[in-house]
């Protein structure tokens, strides 16, 4: 393409400032406020009892759900590109409502289906002693679902990209179908899953809406990171508010690093 | 590992891939399924390996019916077109898979993968990855790990397809002495007539999801059964009804019993042959094929009128019907 040399600065130029304006800018003055006043006083709100058990909690439910979210989305991908059936379009499109609901919506839907006294399925667990909503069962489930696509999303085209030929030789050669999963589609899609492992956990660590909603946001139990940064700032600790991000911030950095680690077998 | 098929047929929607095919292939040889494409040759080759199902009939390997047997259990090599390489390993453990599946001793694994490659002539190149390999390095490679596990069958769906010319000469020759070396059963799919000749000791014609004819290379040459036979298997000429080989087409500058006048279009000079594209009186066009020493003693050139004479042609009964014999072979003295 032949681009004036002005306009080829100047598209350039437009594409940082964008990024710089929106992104860069408002995750570094976390950064910079979170040092400012020295440490100490900011991580004394994180590591109070309430920001320790809200850090315990976030963990736990990215514990659960990114991992079972990883199992779905591997199978639901190989279904969809792999297998010919119908009402594949609907499970297509199904698949996708997490991203077109909002948050706030699936946290009350959740409540309707989980709550103790509202839902049939959360009654009957109420009455085996089990609690869903408030508690952290229902973090963890309305996490699962606003983070459900990403896996999905990200390996379905990888799939498509490889074709089945290298599987077809797999079983030519003697491979099941699980020695077949394990040791060619796997290695082959090991990109996809990254990147979806990795967009999952950023939202299950961020997510406020649906949490917020099922989560009755009690300190100490059912507070989740986002939630403890929102309770700072209305209880004017800011400091403990911009440490508490920056502790998420660096959760979602260590992620990208690690799964990037685990990654780094020769490139193909 | 003798292969015997009965009556398999085969649909893909509304497509009939096979139409009630038998066959059967000798144990050691060196079979080609030879056809144009759509003609059903991949879809037999897939279904003997056990990659497809058939809808209908039996695939019997040394005697034992296979036909619901999986892909896994019936011990067969398989080369695709494409090399269907495993990218994310190197090429050691490519050739080595089927052996890990078995679980093989490390040591005993080691030992085989090392003669493979000297087989395949991928010295030095163990610890490369695939995309570091040329298409013909990636071929051989893809057939060390079809061979690994020591099958008895060894199956390639145009397994040179995807190569250029020069390479694809090159392991076809290599094919050829790898069956003289290793003695396995052999079938392999393509859509180059030469090809087929070139390599196969028997050669399976198949055209619309049947089997045309079955024999040796010269035998097809010569005495195709029917009308698509002799004309995929090497060139022909149509005249009415007759077809004639373009080598078969004798030129000559003065008129002789049962020549025809023709006009000179094009003289084309391949190397040792030269093609005389023709035309004749009543319109129709043919071609000629003649050495580059007859072309030089006749002279020709364009619009130069000349005399064709075929001296061997052949007609066959025409019909939407099965096959059928050819009904008069014409020989002109």
Redesign the interface.
């Known amino acids: 393409m032949s681009v004036p040399r002005w306009s080829k600065y100047g598209i350039r130029f437009g594409v940082l400032f964008y990024l710089a304006a929106l992104l860069v800018f408002p995750v570094l003055m976390i950064f910079v406020r979170t040092f400012e006043d020295g440490l100490t006083e900011s991580f004394e709100a994180v590591t109070s009892e309430a920001g320790l058990a809200a850090l315990k909690l976030t963990l736990i439910t990215v514990a659960i759900a990114v991992p079972l979210n990883t199992v779905f989305g591997v199978t639901a991908a190989l279904v969809l590109v792999r297998q010919k059936f119908r009402g594949k379009a609907i499970l297509n499109t199904l698949i996708d409502i997490p991203f077109a609901i909002s948050p706030v919506v699936i946290g009350l839907a959740l409540i309707l289906l989980y709550g103790p006294r509202e839902g049939i399925v959360g009654e009957w667990f109420f009455d085996q002693g089990i609690r869903i909503i408030f508690s952290t069962p229902g973090i963890v489930i309305a996490c699962m679902f606003v983070s459900l696509p990403f896996v999905v999303r990200e390996v379905v085209p990888v799939l498509q990209e490889i074709g089945d ?2 599987e ?9 179908w699980w ?1 077949t999963f394990w ?2 589609t796997l ?2 899609i090991r990109w996809g899953v990254t990147y979806g492992v990795v967009l999952s956990t950023a939202r299950v660590l961020g997510e406020f809406g649906a949490v917020s909603v099922v989560s009755g946001r009690i300190s100490g139990q059912t507070e989740t990171l986002p939630l403890f940064v929102r309770k700072q700032f209305e209880i004017f600790n800011d400091g403990g508010g911009y440490a508490a991000s920056m502790v998420l911030a660096v959760i979602a950095l260590l992620t990208l690093v690690f799964m990037n680690l685990i990654n780094t ?2 490139e ?1 | 590992m003798g292969i015997k098929v009965e009556h398999v047929s085969k649909d893909f929607e509304d497509f009939k891939a096979l139409d009630d095919i038998s066959l059967e292939v000798p144990d050691g040889s060196l079979t080609a399924l030879l056809g144009p494409s759509g003609s059903g040759k991949s879809t037999l080759l897939r279904l003997i ?1 056990g ?1 497809e199902h058939a809808d209908g009939g039996k695939v019997y390997l040394d005697g034992r019916d296979v036909t619901e047997m ?3 259990e019936r ?4 080369v ?1 077109q ?1 090399y ?6 190197t090429v050691r453990d490519n050739i080595a ?2 052996l890990a ?2 679980k093989t001793p490390k040591d005993k694994i080691r030992s085989r993968v090392k003669e493979l490659i000297r087989l395949v002539q991928l010295n030095g190149m163990a610890h490369r ?3 570091q390999l040329s298409g013909g390095q990636r071929q051989r490679m ?1 057939l060390a ?2 061979l ?2 020591e099958p008895k069958l060894l199956l390639l769906d145009e397994p040179f397809g995807a190569l250029d010319a020069k390479v694809r000469k090159e392991l076809r020759e290599w094919l050829r002495k790898l069956h003289d070396e290793v003695h396995v059963t052999t079938i392999f799919v393509t859509h180059d007539q030469e090809e087929a000749m070139d390599v196969a000791e028997q050669i399976v014609v198949m055209n619309e999801g049947r089997i045309e004819q079955v024999g040796e290379p010269k035998e097809l040459y010569e005495h195709p059964k029917t009308e698509f036979v002799m004309s995929f298997v090497g060139e022909v000429n149509r005249f009415g009804d007759a077809l004639i080989r373009p080598h078969d087409l004798d030129l000559a500058l003065f008129k002789s019993d049962g020549a025809e006048e023709a006009m000179i279009e094009r003289v084309s000079h391949l190397g040792f042959e030269v093609r005389v594209e023709l035309s004749m009186a009543n319109g129709d066009h043919a071609w000629a094929q003649v050495t580059r020493a007859q072309a030089e003693e006749l002279e020709l050139e364009e619009g130069q009128i000349i005399f064709a004479r075929p001296s061997r042609a052949k007609v066959f009964e025409n019909g939407d019907g099965p096959p059928t014999a050819p009904t008069d072979e014409l020989q002109v003295a």
């Open positions: 030929e290298q077809q030789a797999a079983s030519t050669l003697g491979a099941n020695q040791r060619v290695p082959a077998r020769k193909v | 390996a990659l999986s892909v896994q011990g067969i090599g398989f695709f494409h269907a390489a495993f990218k994310h390993m898979f089927g599946i078995r990855y695939p995309s893809a790990r079809a690994a596990a």
